[in-house]
């Protein structure tokens, strides 16, 4: 059995819920990976349009960064503005209509390395110039763990950083908000980053780096404490929005990508309800957003099924509260008007 895979996805058909609620997907990506060993190598315009037009009502989606189409030459700080060029003329082709009534990557998260402190700027201006319609910020993932097994994505302690928090400044001056992933021990570390610029929009991404697996596994009861008390205090910084999804990532805990058929809605709700509603209840829906997080969540459920257990799970919140967190919260913090 290949791991993912359109074929297998299509093993488990529903139909569409709610198929009028109007959605922003705020987390997908494009690639053409090549050489690097991927569940979905090739994931451009042709792809994420089968997916979102699969039933609901995707309105507009956002493009994060991953590290893709970067430029070959140039000074190394500026090479990540080749992927907001990229993406800006897919973004274009969208605009056409031609691959269906969704705007597609109608904001753009792009990468710059907050390291730099002061000399982030000129790249946050190139990033802008690249995209002068739709770039809204960036993200420097920060996740760092002592476990040599589990990837890193920077060093330990940065958040707290002079030069990151310089650069983070300069991102705030620039009016760009700040898309950051952490690993959940790290939540703290994040929820006194948040304190020190109160005037930066910060997305924590996939509810905040759970991990039930490797050196986090079968220890439950330990790990969704410290998660829970970490979601608690980053909660209580006004300019923090959490992103709810990524749960699809095997390192969350759950077998759904190794199934001989694929997980349907209902026993998904039922498995992501603990997680997602403990975020909505501590950010609150109009800090919290539905994501996608295509394709890498792709690996254990279909587009189709994954918002029909969002669907699901939501019920019991009110229509407002439900529009918040399915597009309102996302067009807002993006600036998306569509």
């Not at 959605?23 to 690097?36: G, M």
């Not at 090739?42 to 590290?67: C, K, M, P």
């Not at 946050?124 to 920060?142: C, D, K, T, W, Y």
């Not at 759970?210 to 980053?234: C, H, K």
């Amino acid at each position: 059995m290949p791991f993912g895979g359109n074929d297998w996805l299509a093993l488990t058909q529903e139909p569409t819920l709610e198929p009028e609620i109007p959605i922003c997907d705020p987390h997908h990506h494009f690639w053409d990976f090549r050489t690097e060993r991927v569940p979905y190598q090739r994931y451009l315009l042709h792809e994420l349009a089968a997916d979102i037009n699969s039933g609901h009502n995707v309105r507009s989606t956002v493009f994060v960064e991953a590290r893709s189409m970067y430029r070959t030459d140039g000074p190394e700080e500026l090479r990540p503005v080749g992927e907001v060029e990229f993406v800006q003329g897919l973004a274009a082709a969208s605009a056409s209509g031609l691959y269906g009534p969704g705007r597609a990557a109608a904001a753009i998260i792009g990468r710059a390395d907050l390291k730099l402190g002061e000399r982030v700027g000129p790249v946050l201006e190139a990033l802008q110039a690249a995209s002068p319609n739709r770039f809204r910020g960036i993200r420097h993932s920060v996740g760092w763990d002592p476990h040599p097994e589990v990837p890193s994505r920077e060093v330990e302690g940065v958040l707290a950083t002079e030069d990151y928090r310089a650069g983070a400044r300069v991102l705030e001056r620039m009016g760009l908000c700040l898309e950051t992933g952490v690993m959940f021990p790290q939540l703290p570390e994040l929820a006194d980053f948040a304190r020190s610029v109160p005037g930066l929009t910060i997305i924590l991404n996939h509810i905040g780096g759970l991990m039930r697996t490797g050196p986090y596994g079968n220890r439950d009861e330990e790990v969704l404490a410290t998660w829970r008390s970490g979601i608690t205090a980053v909660a209580v910084c006004p300019n923090v929005i959490i992103k709810l999804g990524g749960i699809g990532m095997p390192r969350y805990g759950f077998d759904w990508h190794a199934r001989e058929e694929p997980i349907g809605s209902v026993e998904l709700a039922e498995s992501m309800a603990p997680f997602m509603n403990h975020c909505i209840e501590q950010f609150g829906p109009g800090r919290s957003m539905f994501e996608s997080n295509f394709p890498v969540d792709k690996v254990a459920y279909s587009y189709n099924v994954m918002y029909n257990a969002f669907k699901r799970l939501s019920k019991g919140y009110s229509a407002g509260e439900r529009a918040e967190m399915f597009h309102d919260t996302a067009a807002r913090v993006y600036r998306i008007e569509v």
